[in-house]
T-cell receptor, first 118, second 111 residues
Framework: GAVVSQHPSRVICKSGTSVKIECRSL??????MFWYRQFPKQSLMLMAT?????????EQGVEKDKFLINHASLTLSTLTVTSAHPEDSSFYIC??????????????FGPGTRLTVL | SQQGEEDPQALSIQEGENATMNCSYK?????LQWYRQNSGRGLVHLIL?????REKHSGRLRVTLDTSKKSSSLLITASRAADTASYFC???????????FGEGTQLTVNP
């Protein structure tokens, strides 16, 4: 099946710094990617929908200037957490839809990025 | 809220027993999907059931969907210790492409 990768898998940074997380679809083109955040022992919360070549669509309550999303190519979306603070520490998971597959609802998830802000 | 409701929140059973998890939702859906997540890892897609389907099987998994009650259930038969994980339902809304997740059930299968 299709594979979605994320980099880095784990990052620790100081408060106030910015962190970029990459999400790549390895063997398919993804016009749409999704970014989720998951706090310990909680569910995945959709943060934003990333569309190739256009602005991302953010969910209510998610600051677009805080969480910058760039979907510059059909295989890469990036999430930048700007001026990170300890409350931004979380597990960030990206997902991509494979419209080229037989099922238009095939959505694959990356392995996640654990962000810890000190 | 993005999230549907799942119950139970936690389930502990013995190996060999069946595990049933339930998911309810509020809005109309195109389909409902079940995912598995091992601790600290990404999600693995288990099974998808469309709004016009009532039941689907995949190996030891059986999923049912009752659109009149806006609920779905996931049954894992003959459970194994390796089935220990969190299980989430996710609904694809008819009105858009968002896939939103329920709160999840933490399943523990004791050997």
């Amino acid at each position: 099946g299709a594979v979605v990768s994320q980099h880095p898998s784990r990052v620790i940074c100081k408060s106030g710094t910015s962190v970029k997380i990459e999400c790549r679809s390895l063997d398919f083109q993804a016009t749409t990617m999704f970014w989720y955040r998951q706090f310990p022992k909680q569910s995945l919360m959709l943060m934003a929908t990333s569309n190739e070549g256009s602005k991302a669509t953010y969910e209510q309550g998610v600051e677009k200037d805080k969480f910058l999303i760039n979907h510059a190519s059909l295989t890469l979306s990036t999430l930048t957490v700007t001026s990170a603070h300890p409350e931004d520490s979380s597990f960030y998971i990206c997902s991509a839809r494979d419209y080229g597959s037989g099922s238009t609802d095939t959505q694959y998830f990356g392995p996640g990025t654990r962000l810890t802000v000190l | 809220s993005q999230q549907g409701e799942e119950d139970p929140q936690a389930l502990s059973i013995q190996e060999g027993e069946n595990a049933t998890m339930n998911c309810s939702y509020k809005t109309s859906i195109n389909n409902l999907q079940w995912y598995r997540q091992n601790s600290g890892r990404g999600l693995v897609h288990l099974i998808l059931i469309r709004s016009n389907e009532r039941e689907k099987h995949s190996g030891r998994l059986r999923v049912t969907l009752d659109t009149s009650k806006k609920s779905s259930s996931l049954l894992i038969t003959a459970s194994r210790a390796a089935d220990t994980a969190s299980y989430f339902c996710a609904k694809r809304e008819t009105s858009g492409s968002r896939l939103t997740f329920g709160e999840g059930t933490q399943l523990t299968v004791n050997p």
